[in-house]
């Protein structure tokens, strides 16, 4: 049998499987044993963590939390009105639109990992919602819809398919002549690097009209392993480009240490940040979340200026009208007649001749 399947079938789950991995905190204990939501990872990514703190980045993303019960900020129903479900036009379950040319194509609920701050959390966490996974229907109405150019394909996590059912999405989308591109967002290569297999770089491989973009999602250096760099280098060599799609977490990778190490790292195996994302208002997540400025304030102390180009993703707020960067605004100081005065990372100034219109 395939590492990656076994991986799956021996997701942790439950409390004995993870104490074979960590000492469980007296909290976790608790809310694994009371509280009612699904959660779990491989023990691929649970061999990452810390056995003995608490605060180890991996457990606070992967182990139930009773704080996830306290809703101060987070929006009901946040997926009906983020993805804009219940307004505009008449779309199947699995294609939400925010956007003229580019969809996202949801095809699963399941996860390789229950991240804890999923701002799908409703649908794949808790289950509140469900949605209609009919792969038929979302490629017919791709098909009908000649302005997509820019397929994303997302969940869940879309590699948790099987090989036959991706050889099959990509196969069809292929086909379609005003699909120009197919993005999967996938945390495979990080919570289970042994998804990318010979037979998937096969499916997922070769020159193309239609390339494939990958993002995943990394949010602390201890994600990174020897194996996710194999995997990564293996999605290049079939010419697909990763991307990372970062959320900022409190207590996970808000501080300048952590946050440039997680960009130099994910550079070192490869991974192009792509976004920082604004951890969402989903509810039950207010304890990740920081405020908006920390994000724009961390690419200002950690990154620019501070570290090579190709780190800085970009930080944006993911909204129901699309996603709205944010980013430092220090640069451009003042415009008098004759000159722009700008600053750099330092808090050095300089100018730029002004040309009038
Ligand atoms: C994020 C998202 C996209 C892709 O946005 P990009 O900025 O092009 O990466 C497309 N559609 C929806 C609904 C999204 O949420
Ligand atoms: S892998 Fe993605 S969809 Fe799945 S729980 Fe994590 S953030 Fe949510």
Redesign the pocket.
């Known amino acids: 049998m395939q590492e990656w399947i076994k991986q799956l079938q021996n997701i942790v789950n439950s409390l004995d499987k993870l104490e074979e991995f960590i000492n469980v905190s007296p909290e976790e204990k608790e809310a694994i044993t009371s509280m009612k939501t699904k959660w779990g990872t491989t023990p691929y990514f649970a061999s990452l963590m810390d056995p003995d703190d608490p605060a180890c980045p991996i457990r606070m993303q992967v182990i139930p939390s009773r704080k996830e019960q306290v809703n101060c900020y987070g929006l009901q129903d946040y997926l009906i009105f983020k993805?804009n479900r219940a307004v505009g036009e008449k779309r199947p379950d699995c294609i939400?639109?925010?956007?003229q040319d580019?969809?996202?194509f949801t095809v699963t609920d399941i996860c390789a990992n229950y991240c804890r701050h999923c701002f799908r959390k409703e649908l794949v966490v808790d289950q509140e919602l469900s949605l209609r996974f009919d792969l038929n229907e979302g490629l017919d109405w791709i098909r009908e819809h000649t302005e997509v150019r820019?397929v994303?394909i997302t969940g869940g996590d879309p590699f948790i398919l099987s090989d036959d059912k991706l050889d099959r999405i990509i196969t069809e989308l292929r086909r379609i002549p005003h699909v120009e591109m197919i993005r999967f967002g996938t945390r495979t290569p990080i919570v289970l690097p042994q998804r990318i297999t010979p037979e998937l770089m096969e499916i997922l491989g070769d020159f193309h009209r239609i390339p494939i973009w990958i993002n995943t999602q990394c949010n602390h250096p201890v994600e990174i392993t020897q194996q996710t760099a194999e995997a990564v280098f293996n999605l290049l060599k079939c010419g697909v480009n990763v991307g990372n799609q970062a959320v900022l977490l409190k207590g996970i990778n808000d501080d300048v240490d952590t946050f440039r190490l997680l960009h130099q790292k994910l550079l070192s195996v490869r991974i192009r940040p792509y976004y920082l994302f604004y951890c969402e208002a989903a509810p039950g997540i207010d304890h990740f979340r920081t405020t908006v400025e920390k994000g724009s304030e961390l690419i200002r102390d950690a990154l620019r200026g501070h570290t090579t180009g190709l780190a800085q993703p970009m930080y944006v707020i993911?909204t129901n009208i699309g996603?709205i960067p944010l980013m430092p605004d220090y640069y451009f100081q003042e415009k008098t007649d004759k000159e722009y005065i700008l600053k750099n990372y330092k808090g050095q100034t300089t100018t730029l001749p002004l040309i009038s219109e």
């Open positions: 993805e939400a639109r925010q956007y580019r969809i996202a820019d994303l993911a996603k």
